[in-house]
RNA sequence: GGGCCUAUAGCUCAGUUGGUUAGAGCGCGCGCCUGAUAAGCGCGAGGUCAUUGGUUCAACUCCAAUUAGGCCCA
């Protein structure tokens, strides 16, 4: 058997098919989790996607940070059981069967049926499921879905109910209003998500209207949008430190913010009086409409709130608590009546006198119209503002106060901010931004929605209204006991819910509240729900609570995250994980948001068809932190699987043709050894490269796993693409090439098969996690025929640092031997000297006066790689290079001070020979302002400069020169390489085979047939030539420049 | 309107506790290699570090405001 070189027609989405098959015939995943069995938890939380939305790139990123830390952890020794879960309740789903249904409103739903409307939401639940289920597994997220806890289930459903329960038998829910968007038509309260869609650019009425004072002789000048709200007014507010004056217009007093004087008038007036608006708080008023002025003695005067805008209006704010969030708020504070005019639907209610039955928006000309035949009306203009429509019927919303039923969340802010503060986030700032802003500003939560679908809420209301007691039921058993007649099946949702009635101990019945559970509660439920805790699974949720680790978007903030965390500290004052890894959003390649009409919406299916699931994850991982939104660009992600992928496939192959040559994975089998085994017992001794290679190894092993335990999942990939790239693959390989070429059982050979060999197995576990498909199909193939093998990379452990093998200072240089073979290809390339041009001496000086001698056993790389005679140290060239000195700023700033700058000119102005002085002497002195001052070599960086028949490149300390003077030598040399390049180009144009041995004739210059004849046996070897003649040339010559000298060659197959 | 994040080369991104030559990949230009070969490698050009002000001997880095994009909330 031989090793795969992966060549030809090789496709990563192709190869990921079969990697899947393998795991889906060996239930790989199963297998892996059987062998974790008895180690100790890693507990992860699977944040529950709704499937009857289709899955998006964005829910690959999430999925694929999940399904790697989980993979490391597991390969840490953990047991990591990852059980999936559904979020299925929620307006969403009913909106889709509305649509299905072509049903319109909550009416249309009642006529249609709870029963059946909801048995539609159970069936369309589970809509996207197929396709979710595709992309869960053509990714390679590892989770358990066959095992996945569900919202709606009645066990689900019956642990809510039991927090319930603890919430209210602890007096924590309570009944109050909640202002919200509301479409009158559909008789629905919107999400923000849908208020979002339905903006736009409207001109509404404006008016001003003057309030009579109570028992005082001025009127209020008022500004309001919504004059329908006017007749359920109940205050007025004003900013209680801004000043008010009273001005009089047309014989009228009238008070008013004075910063609005002339906006309001369009001219200056003059001030009667001056007040603050604290001056008038509870100061009573005459109400405009009388539909209430009879109904409550509460209302009619004047308050303060910070809220009000001296930008709009008069300064003056009409407040209806009724309608509109702040004025809601303020009202509690006042304790204003909830005053209501109008229906939920729009219309104004039977009481509201004259515009009983109207639609709001038809009452609005009336209204007006009325206010000024009352001289009540100062002036009507139109006004522009942003306003927010239903999407679906294009009605105005109204935000109106609901009554709704709430959490007492505000009584826990201390312990909710402290357990968020005990909560690792990455990254930080939403700990001590985004989550804390919005625990500071918590408001208790509003639990409860109008709705069809969801978990009823378990709290039963006495139907006598003169007792009105309240009794919450915490379980299907309790429900049994308690219901006057229940049904079997139990089914915990509407409308069976609905009909079941308690008995309460004054003997009336008891009915339940129509309301359904906001489903961010059953969602936060899940630490305890999706054990169906605690009426079974004790201990395990006692192990798996709190987790160790979630993930999810930043959306998530005031969604999922809040709700467990409220749930967790109102239940068990913990934080219910201690992990959180928050990502961004995926926004196109312009970093415009995806959406469906924008049309540019990257489809998670068709890009890993096309590119594969590892590269897909690889790149979401590396192109950009994952708490920085990443620009989606299709051209990048191929760029990954040039650079990346294809680089370590290469390595990969480049190993495996030579093994093969050698027969590595046959003969490792004949001897009954692994052929880490077979190779280690060839091997010679490892080579300052082999040394240098695993050293690299073993740090980027601690990088990895630092970073990894860290969460800082970006780095550690983008250190193992740089190692791969730029050291295995660019540097190990590539000077080590010739080693592999070598014959028999060459000890160095061998040894250079196991070091890559090690290193490319060590790289397939490092990256299991996050390419768990590529790295299974290496691992497979490096395993060959080896029967002790684990069945899966997955099954591995992780690598772990062996300190031994790390040699930092072999590491260190070689890093100045690239660098300086960097430098000298750019003195080269400076020069215009390419690199087949022999040189005669390179020169080297290292930073800080470090010893020349650290490179002895180095310099040959620097010989082949630049292609010098010889490579020497720096110090005897002074003669030829001209010194100058620079400032080291940041080693010298802290001591000068202010005389920095003068320091760093002085400096400057130094002459070559001082310069040179000082670097032998490590002191540099210089005079600012008649005090002598001494620089050390640390605070000096010394410049050399090149003076002519010299190139010298410098980067940081390293300088290095090279002496471009070319004898007749070099340049005989230079031909005959010149000559080996032009007659290899032949023979790969000709179709030669690598073996092939050939026939070269020549017609050149004196010169150029010199150089040749010098280099006659060079030459030959090099290009397999058995005969190098010079005649004219035959048929299929062709001409050639040699370094200028004209010449034609032609090569024949012998 | 409030909170948070982001803005660095044509593009995608790095940039340690502030230190004077701001890095990498792609793309572009030039070249190299031809025993990893429909691959590989090198060198080069390219930047007012979004704008404005401040702190400091010194600001891409710290502070404030502004502009643009994103997220959340009003």
Request: glycine share 6%; charged share 30%.
């Amino acid at each position: 058997m031989k090793f795969d070189l992966l060549k030809d027609d090789f496709s990563i989405p192709a190869a990921e098919e079969k990697v899947l098959a393998f795991w889906d015939t060996r239930s790989v995943f199963h297998q892996c989790n059987e062998l974790a069995k008895d180690k100790p938890h890693f507990v992860f939380y699977e944040g529950p996607p709704t499937a009857n939305g289709v899955p998006g790139i964005h829910h690959v990123i999430s999925r694929t940070i999940k399904d790697l830390i989980c993979r490391y952890k597991a390969m840490q020794g953990f047991r990591v059981d990852r059980k999936g879960g559904w979020d299925t309740h929620g307006l969403p789903v009913e909106i889709e069967v509305e649509k299905q249904l072509k049903l319109e409103n909550k009416a249309q739903v009642i006529e249609y049926g709870v029963a059946e409307f909801n048995a539609k939401c159970k069936a369309s639940v589970f809509k996207y499921l197929d396709q979710w289920n595709r992309i869960t597994r053509r990714m390679g997220y590892w989770i358990d879905l066959d095992d996945a806890y569900v919202t709606l289930t009645n066990e689900y459903i019956e642990s809510v109910w039991w927090i319930l329960k603890n919430f209210f038998d602890r007096d924590l829910i309570y009944k109050g209003y909640k202002t919200l968007p509301f479409c009158p038509r559909c008789e629905t309260g919107l999400s923000s998500h849908e208020v979002a869609q339905g903006y736009q650019l409207i001109k509404d009425p404006s008016i001003f209207v003057k309030v009579k004072a109570a028992d005082e002789d001025f009127s209020y000048l008022v500004w309001t949008t919504t004059p329908w709200t006017l007749p359920s007014n109940a205050a007025l507010c004003m900013h209680p430190e801004a000043d008010y004056v009273m001005v009089e217009h047309e014989g009228e007093k009238l008070v008013l913010a004075e910063a609005l004087i002339s906006k309001v008038f369009g001219e200056d007036k003059e001030v009667l009086k001056r007040f603050k608006g604290a001056d008038f708080e509870r100061r009573q008023y005459i109400p405009l409409f009388d539909i209430f002025a009879d109904k409550t003695d509460k209302a009619f005067y004047v308050i303060n709130g910070d809220f009000v805008t001296l930008e709009d209006g008069t300064g003056i704010v009409h407040i209806a608590p009724g309608f509109g969030a702040d004025d809601y708020e303020i009202g509690q504070k006042y304790g204003l009546p909830v005053l209501q005019a109008i229906e939920a639907n729009g219309i104004f209610k039977d009481f509201a006198g004259k515009y009983a039955g109207m639609f709001i928006k038809d009452a609005d000309p009336i209204i007006i119209k009325d206010l000024k035949s009352a001289g009540r009306l100062f002036k009507k203009e139109l006004y522009e503002h942003n306003y927010p429509f239903c999407w679906r019927c294009d009605s105005p919303l109204v935000y109106i106060a609901r009554q709704s039923w709430y959490l007492k969340t505000t009584q826990f802010k201390d312990q909710l901010i402290r357990n968020n503060n005990a909560i690792n986030w990455y990254p930080d700032e939403i700990r001590s931004g985004r989550m804390l802003d919005w625990l500071e500003n918590n408001v208790d939560w509003a639990l409860s929605r109008e709705r069809f679908w969801g978990t009823p809420i378990p709290i039963w209301v006495c139907d006598d209204d003169k007792c009105g007691k309240m009794r919450a039921v915490g379980s299907i058993e309790q429900l049994r006991k308690e219901a006057k007649d229940l049904s079997e099946p139990v089914e915990l949702h509407k409308p069976m819910m609905d009909e079941v009635k308690l008995t309460c101990e004054c003997g009336s019945e008891m009915t339940r509240i129509p309301e359904v559970l906001d489903c961010w509660f059953d969602s936060g439920s899940m630490p305890y729900a999706q054990w169906h805790y605690p009426f079974e699974n004790e201990d395990e949720f006692k192990i798996k609570y709190p987790a160790d680790f979630i993930s999810e978007a930043v959306d998530q903030t005031r969604g999922w995250f809040y709700s467990m965390i409220a749930i967790s500290t109102i239940l068990y004052d913990q934080p219910p994980f201690k992990n959180n890894v928050v990502m961004e959003f995926i926004l196109d390649k312009e970093g415009k948001k995806m959406s469906k009409h924008k049309g540019n919406v990257t489809d998670p299916f068709e890009t890993m068809d096309r590119f594969g699931a590892d590269p897909t994850r690889w790149y979401l991982l590396a192109n950009s932190a994952i708490w920085v939104p990443t620009k989606f660009d299709p051209d990048t992600l191929a760029e990954v699987v040039r650079k990346y992928f294809d680089t370590l496939r290469n390595t990969y192959s480049f190993f495996a043709l030579y093994a093969n040559i050698d027969e590595v994975v046959d003969k490792a089998a004949e001897a009954g050894v692994s052929i880490e085994t077979y190779l280690d017992k060839k091997a010679g001794e490892p080579d300052r490269f082999d040394r240098w290679i695993m050293s690299r190894y073993q740090s980027l092993v601690k990088e990895v796993t630092g970073n990894f335990d860290k969460y800082e999942i970006t780095k550690a990939v983008r250190a193992i693409q740089h190692f791969v790239i730029e050291e295995l693959s660019n540097w190990y390989v590539r000077n080590n090439r010739r080693r592999f070429w070598a014959t028999g059982d060459d000890p160095a050979k061998m040894r250079a098969y196991l070091t890559l060999y090690r290193v490319l197995l060590g790289v397939c576990k490092l990256t299991a996690p996050v390419t768990p498909f590529t790295s299974e199909m290496l691992f497979k193939e490096l395993m060959g025929l080896d029967k002790e093998a684990p069945l899966s990379v997955h099954m591995t452990s992780f690598p772990k640092p062996d300190e031994t093998l790390i040699d930092k200072q072999l590491e260190k240089t070689m890093g100045l031997i690239e660098k300086a073979v960097s430098l000298g290809r750019a003195a080269r390339s400076r020069k215009n000297l390419k690199v087949r041009q022999p040189l005669a001496e390179f020169l080297v000086s290292l930073p800080n006066q470090m010893s020349f001698d650290k490179l002895e056993g180095f310099l040959d790389i620097l010989r082949d790689e630049l292609n010098v005679k010889k490579v020497s140290a720096a110090g005897r060239l002074d003669q030829y290079v001209s010194y100058s000195a620079k400032l080291n700023f940041k080693a010298a700033g802290p001591r000068l001070g202010g005389d920095v700058k003068k320091a760093a000119d002085l400096l400057n102005q130094l002459t070559s020979d001082q310069v040179r002085e000082g670097e032998q002497t490590g002191e540099f002195k210089i005079a600012i302002e008649g005090r002598e001052v001494v620089l050390s070599s640390e605070e000096v960086q010394v410049v050399r400069m090149e003076k002519e028949g010299f190139a010298v490149e410098s980067d940081g300390g390293l300088s290095v020169t090279l002496v471009t003077e070319l004898s007749e030598e070099l340049l005989q040399e230079g031909f005959a390489r010149e000559l080996v390049n032009k007659i290899q180009n032949m023979r790969k144009s000709s179709g030669f085979e690598v073996t092939d041995r050939i026939r070269v004739t020549l017609n050149s210059t004196e010169r150029v047939k010199l150089a040749a004849q010098r280099h006659d046996e060079f030459i030959r070897s090099e290009t397999l030539a058995d005969e190098l003649e010079f005649a004219q040339a035959t048929g299929n010559a062709k001409e050639w420049n040699i370094n200028g000298e004209k010449t034609s060659i032609s090569v024949v197959k012998v």
